[in-house]
């Protein structure tokens, strides 16, 4: 367990420290969401009884090959996005993602490619700069089979032991 976890941290919004939350600051879900009255889904965050709109911070694209064996979603911030009012966490403004998977052997969806660009400040201290790429590749399609089989047990040398040794003997 790690530090968000902490069941002594609160949250800036009250609801979110009721103890019969759904969402305290331990557990902030995304989701999509729809204003009241309005049919445009966002993403947000669940925090107490409130949304946090995600989206007013976040532009993203998502697409998929002409076949649809190609999936990629690219994401980037198009201003800073502030955990606690900026005390927590601040994601800055040009932070990207880029996620894309592949329908592989017509069965499943699985990663090709991951890439993340990063810039952070926690807790008003630390800065944080990530910049990472990854490729994924060379999936293989393969069975395995175990056997178990019990046996004698062996000595130090790997040999059986030598009947007499095995069982002791009545006086």
Request: glycine share 8%; aromatic share 10%.
């Amino acid at each position: 367990m790690n530090k968000t976890h902490d069941p002594a941290l609160t949250s800036w919004i009250e609801s979110a420290n009721a103890p019969d939350t759904d969402f305290p600051i331990q557990n902030l879900p995304f989701g999509v969401f729809s204003r009241k009255g309005d049919s445009e889904r966002r993403v947000g965050v669940a925090i107490g009884d409130q949304i946090v709109d995600v989206g007013e911070s976040l532009s993203a694209n998502l697409w998929s090959g002409k076949a649809r064996d190609v999936a990629r979603l690219e994401a980037y911030f198009v201003g800073d996005f502030r955990f606690g009012g900026g005390l927590i966490a601040n994601l800055q403004k040009g932070t990207s993602f880029v996620f894309e998977q592949a329908y592989i052997n017509n069965e499943v969806w699985l990663p090709t490619y991951e890439e993340a660009h990063i810039g952070a400040r926690v807790l008003l201290v630390k800065s944080i700069q990530v910049n990472e790429v990854t490729r994924y590749s060379d999936y293989k399609k393969f069975n395995v089979e175990s056997i178990a089989t019990l046996g004698k047990p062996k000595n130090a040398n790997g040999a059986e032991p030598p009947p007499e040794a095995a069982a002791p003997k009545p006086d």
